[in-house]
Nanobody, 119 residues
């Protein structure tokens, strides 16, 4: 069983930065794909970024060049550095994990952290 706890959300002005953290419990953190998703009320949850065990990353087009995902396997933590934030980045951000790098399903989810970007 894996528990994910996000932190770092808050209120920021447009153009500002925030760094989200997601601490994972359990073993084999380094072998999992870790990802960030976000959701706005009334809309479907959308993919933001992921990082594989090899540290290969992928980003949604909407955040490419502004957000950076990284991981620290020694701390069982994944980060999302968000720069040049826009009001449309406002959402609840969720951390997610797969069972392994070969499994594409995100079986584990955090409780979410609110990010609000004011114009």
């Amino acid at each position: 069983q894996v528990q994910l706890v996000e932190s770092g959300g808050g209120l920021v002005q447009a153009g500002g930065s925030l760094r989200l953290s997601c601490a994972a419990s359990g073993r084999t953190f380094s072998s999992r794909v870790m990802a960030w998703f976000r959701q706005v009320p009334g809309k479907e949850r959308e993919f933001v970024a992921h990082i594989r065990s090899s540290s290969i990353t992928r980003y949604a087009d909407s955040v490419k060049g502004r957000f950076t995902i990284s991981r620290d396997n020694a701390k069982n933590t994944v980060y999302l550095q968000m720069n040049s934030l826009k009001p449309e980045d406002t959402a609840v951000y969720y951390c997610a994990a797969t069972r392994s790098d070969d499994d594409p399903r995100y079986d584990y989810w955090g409780q979410g952290t609110q990010v609000t970007v004011s114009s």
